[in-house]
């Protein structure tokens, strides 16, 4: 194995080259460091990188094909395998297979240690046991694992002191090559937290580039190398897209490819099982480039890149990278020619031979496969050629499956109580499948074998209880669009949870963030945001106890999350008993999670509203695509008495369809969507509003005593009103009501209802089964009751100096009540006297008349709040 250095461990040559660059038209860089030419120049040389990333565990019949194509790449380096290091890019533990992990993934590193393997990046699944199973068992000071597992960016909580060495110096193709390596800053979040509450994960790119500085700043005490070479367990989202493509949609890989040092040569990727081979640009250096790899995962590949070394200045001239295809070579042919292969045979065959004695004993039948969601592509391995298994974007048959398992271990009230469970898509590790594997004579067609249901969920995590209102559940399901503990949105930004029968959600991408869950039922009523509900999950999630301790995958509601409570279960166990309990179990196609757009939760009665509805379809394997879909509202979710009200054709998981809601429907109800053939059954609450009406009215100006009419008109759209219609005084009193004639009606007041004066009445339709209610103002203006005033007087003929009695009759309009003064005056407009009106007579007793002759006396009715003033005459001789 070539020699290998890291802090507290270096050992390297004291020849030393600082001047190296990144693909031909970076030849120059570096030059303004290099010494005098020597008198000859040496030959280039070519340094070969096989690198492998996303192992998890992978021991299987695949593996000594995998060792065979390393080893044939090794032999091909032109020297014998003296020009060749064998790198990693983390998880190469953690998430295994049975082989692997029922032995706590030594298989898998005796068969890394039997390759030779000088360095890999940790990577977050090297965590799954924890910091001190890394650092204690696995790695043991270097006397179990051989290789260097490198983390820059891992130091020791709260310090800026590496917990995991830097970097390591190699020597190969007669050069010192420089290891860097680091690790996503996402690891506290993918792993269980309290496993690494010993640690701090800082920025990859900047600690890549401080080790880089410090191994090319000519001081051979902190370490020097001719070649630098970074490699993360971190990279891009896809290996589909392009370079450019690529960097917009991951900040965090644009950062590793556009600021990582241009004294790297080469940038080596994990972490997010994507096959790529890229010519990165190399920052600061117009036109040239370096190679930037990531070869997928489970041993599907071996990534390639070799760089020709001018070993006089150290200039990176020329460079290829590739993914080499696991060879198809018989694996005696293998064996044969390779004796590391052979090694790693020996190795693979004992722990299969071991984990079979456990492994292939059955623990029950499967009725149909039970996947992740699928892609289409080329898959790491059967049984399905033309898919890639695990996009953790989506809701699957498997997910939901396992979390059906793990409400039915905690639903009992000494097991936690469990009302709800939910399960993260990243601890689904392997599918459920019903044909048998020819490779194992112990599996048969839809037996599952324990090493079967155990890669399914190969973390060993127990099973925990919390409470969890309905408001905090619904801060998980928004949680789902990730975001990491700096509120980045990390490589992965969206993860579907598995979720139990009988809990379903609707939601809408297009709103803002933190607002897209539009609707949660469970068990058939709505979600209450004030509610206690009892979630079930892996420690992963809920942690152990301690905020601290939860919110794994970026769910970090769970550190708000109450009452916690560890059942003892261990995943595996629980959901190994639920298949033995389970016979000829299968999936279930019906979607628990569905997109609805376009929906306004408070419709009115009788309206129609475009709904653009998605995710329908699972993409696990063999879920049916639905190609219908209908639309119902009832009174209640269970669908009694539901009403047709829409339907569509389904293309591609998704619909565009017209519901309307029926005009009789008011109050709270449901929208029922029903997708076919699967069956799934989309329920949302509604509040359904009937038709706004509007009032309008009119009211002509009365004199007191008359009936005031109030006309009034109540309008909807599509609709004839009918009900009856009120008008209120400005306190509130009604003042008359009528019914509704063809949207209309006339409310007659009393006669005396209204006191004179300008009044604001409130004009009230009540509405109906079909018309909401509504109201209005209309001014109404009410005069003086006119009046009519006539005397008499006690005598037509009087002496003079003789008193003279008048008497006045007044009478207003309507009979109102007449009250007030009357006033006798002479023509002159003396005033002879004055008496109080009563019941509309009074008496007036006047002075004694002084002058003769024919007098006309004016009796004058002085009017009140309710009735106008009115006169009459009276003519007297005075002899």
Same mark, same amino acid.
């Given at each position: 194995m070539p020699s290998r250095s890291y802090p507290g461990h270096r050992s390297h040559p004291t020849r030393r080259r600082l001047a190296f660059g990144a693909?031909?038209?970076?030849?120059?860089?570096g030059a303004s460091l290099l010494t005098a030419p020597a008198a000859q120049a040496a030959d280039p040389v070519v340094l070969n990188l096989l690198t492998v990333n996303d192992f998890h565990g992978r021991i299987d019949p695949n593996t000594v094909k995998f060792a065979g194509t390393i080893e044939g790449l090794r032999a091909a380096d032109g020297a014998g395998g003296a020009n060749t290091l064998l790198i990693g890019a983390g998880d190469f533990i953690g998430a295994s297979l049975f082989a692997s992990?029922?032995?706590?993934?030594?298989?898998?590193?005796?068969?890394?240690?039997?390759?030779?393997?000088?360095?890999?990046?940790?990577?977050?699944?090297?965590?799954?046991?924890?910091?001190?199973?890394?650092?204690?068992?696995?790695?043991?000071?270097?006397?179990?694992?051989?290789?260097?597992?490198?983390?820059a960016n891992v130091y020791l909580a709260g310090t800026t002191t590496p917990a995991l060495p830097e970097y390591g110096l190699y020597e190969a193709a007669g050069l010192t090559v420089g290891i860097i390596g680091a690790v996503t800053q996402e690891t506290p979040a993918l792993v269980s937290p309290g496993g690494v509450v010993d640690l701090s994960f800082g920025d990859p790119v900047e600690a890549v580039n401080r080790v880089a500085d410090q191994l090319t700043d000519g001081n051979e005490a902190n370490g020097e190398a001719d070649v630098l070479v970074a490699t993360f367990h971190e990279g891009a989202p896809t290996g589909t897209l392009t370079l450019d493509q690529n960097e917009a949609i991951s900040p965090v890989f644009a950062r590793i490819v556009n600021e990582v040092s241009p004294k790297v040569a080469a940038l080596v990727n994990g972490h997010t099982h994507q096959a790529y081979a890229y010519n990165a640009p190399v920052p600061g250096q117009p036109g040239a480039t370096r190679p930037v790899l990531q070869t997928g995962n489970y041993a599907a590949n071996v990534g390639q890149i070799t760089l020709t070394v001018d070993p006089d200045t150290d200039v990176v001239s020329a460079y290829t990278v590739a993914n080499v295809p696991r060879v198809t070579t018989a694996d005696p042919t293998l064996i044969a020619t390779y004796p590391r292969v052979a090694a790693v045979n020996t190795t693979v065959q004992a722990a299969i031979t071991a984990a079979g004695v456990i492994g292939n004993q059955p623990i029950g039948t499967l009725g149909d496969d039970v996947t992740t969601a699928m892609t289409p592509g080329t898959p790491a391995s059967k049984p399905y050629p033309n898919f890639e298994r695990d996009d953790r974007s989506k809701e699957s048959t498997l997910g939901n499956l396992v979390a059906d398992a793990i409400l039915d271990a905690l639903a009992p009230p000494d097991r936690g109580g469990a009302e709800i469970a939910v399960v993260n898509p990243g601890g689904l590790r392997a599918e459920l499948v019903y044909a048998k594997d020819a490779a194992n004579p112990a599996d048969s067609d839809g037996v599952i074998l324990y090493a079967e249901a155990n890669g399914v969920l190969p973390f060993v995590n127990n099973l925990a209880t919390v409470d969890m209102t309905g408001a905090q559940l619904k801060t998980l399901l928004e949680q789902q669009w990730q975001r990491d503990a700096n509120n980045q949105v990390p490589t992965r930004p969206y993860l579907q949870l598995g979720t139990s029968a009988g809990f379903s959600y609707t939601f809408d991408p297009a709103l803002a963030e933190g607002s897209r869950i539009t609707s949660m039922m469970f068990n058939g009523a709505p979600i209450d945001p004030a509610e206690t509900y009892r979630v079930g999950t892996f420690t992963f999630l809920t942690g152990?106890?301690?905020? #601290?301790?939860?919110?794994? @995958?970026?769910?970090? +509601?769970? =550190?708000? #999350?109450?009452?916690?409570? @560890?059942?003892?279960? +261990?995943? =595996?166990? #629980?959901?190994?008993?639920?298949l033995k309990a389970h016979p000829g179990v299968g999936p279930n196609f019906e979607k628990h999670a569905v997109s609805v757009s376009g929906l306004d939760a408070t419709p009115i009665a009788g309206s129609t509203q475009t709904l653009t509805v998605g995710t329908l379809d699972l993409t696990s394997i063999d879920s049916p695509a639905n190609t219908s879909l209908t639309a119902q509202f009832a009174a209640t979710a269970d669908g009694a008495g539901a009403v047709d009200i829409g339907s569509a054709t389904v293309a591609g998981g998704a619909a565009t369809i017209g519901v309307t809601f029926p005009a009789s429907a008011s109050g709270a109800g449901f929208l029922i969507l029903t997708a076919q053939p699967t069956g799934t059954r989309v329920v949302i609450p509604v509040e359904v509003a009937l038709p706004e009406s509007t009032v309008s009215a009119t009211a002509a100006a009365v004199q007191y005593g008359s009936s005031p009419k109030v006309k009034v008109t109540v309008a909807s759209a599509g609709v004839t009103p009918t009900g009856t219609v009120t008008v209120s005084d400005a306190e509130g009193a009604m003042l008359g009501t009528a019914a509704l004639t063809n949207g209309a009606a006339t409310v007659s007041l009393g006669r005396t209802a209204v006191p004179p004066g300008t009044h604001t009445l409130t004009v009230s339709y009540s509405g109906s089964d079909t018309v909401a209610g509504s109201t209005t103002t209309v001014e109404l203006v009410v005069k003086r009751a006119s009046s009519t005033t006539v005397a008499i007087g006690s005598a037509l003929i009087v002496k003079k100096g003789s008193a003279l009695n008048i008497t006045s009759f007044t009478v207003a309009n309507g009979g109102v009540q007449v009250g007030g003064t009357v006033t006798v005056t002479t023509r002159g407009g003396e005033v002879l006297g004055t008496a109080t009106v009563t019941n509309g007579r009074a008496k007036v007793a006047l002075a004694p008349l002084t002058a003769r002759g024919l007098q006309v006396l004016t009796v004058r009715y002085d009017g009140s709040a309710t009735v106008a003033p009115s006169s009459g005459s009276v003519v007297v001789l005075v002899r």
């Open positions: 693909g031909i038209a970076a030849a120059a860089l992990s029922v032995a706590q993934d030594q298989p898998t590193i005796d068969v890394f240690n039997e390759l030779g393997m000088v360095a890999s990046a940790v990577g977050n699944h090297e965590f799954d046991a924890g910091w001190p199973d890394l650092r204690d068992r696995v790695l043991n000071d270097g006397n179990n694992a051989q290789w260097d597992y490198l983390g152990t106890g301690t905020p #601290a301790s939860a919110g794994g @995958d970026n769910f970090w +509601v769970f =550190r708000q #999350a109450t009452n916690f409570r @560890d059942s003892g279960l +261990v995943d =595996r166990d #629980a959901w190994i008993a639920y």
